[in-house]
């Protein structure tokens, strides 16, 4: 049991010394790796994007002849005579389908 208390009281202080040498290792290490790569010089500043703008027109809108002029609508009387509808091919069977060169 006295060697127990003895590696305790011992290594306790070796060991409070080595996690301080690591502490100030990391410490400055960090320091100089902030220096180098010139990481957090300037203050982060909020940007944002400025908001889109939208330019609407409405050029649609109906507008009243001025005048109240007339509209004349002239009908003839004969009709022009109706043209022949063509007739409808017959349907092709499936030989002269198979016959028949692409449409490409």
């Known amino acids: ?3 127990e208390a003895s590696e305790s009281t011992g290594g306790s202080l070796k060991n409070i010394l080595i996690g301080l040498a690591s502490t100030i290792a990391l410490g400055v290490g960090g320091f100089v790796t902030k ?3 010139g990481e957090g010089d300037e203050p982060a500043q909020a940007t ?3 908001a889109p703008v939208i330019n609407i027109t409405n ?3 109906q507008q009243q002849s001025a ?3 007339k509209t004349v609508i002239i009908k003839e009387k ?3 005579p109706a043209q022949a509808t063509p007739a409808k091919p017959k349907p ?3 030989k002269e389908e198979l016959e028949e060169a692409p449409k490409w």
Do not use: C, D, F, V
């Open 92 to 94: 092709k069977t499936a």
């Open 67 to 69: 005048g109240g002029g």
């Open 35 to 37: 220096q180098l790569t």
């Open 59 to 61: 050029s649609n809108a």
């Open 1 to 3: 049991m006295a060697e």
């Open 78 to 80: 004969e009709a022009a």
């Open 48 to 50: 944002t994007a400025p």
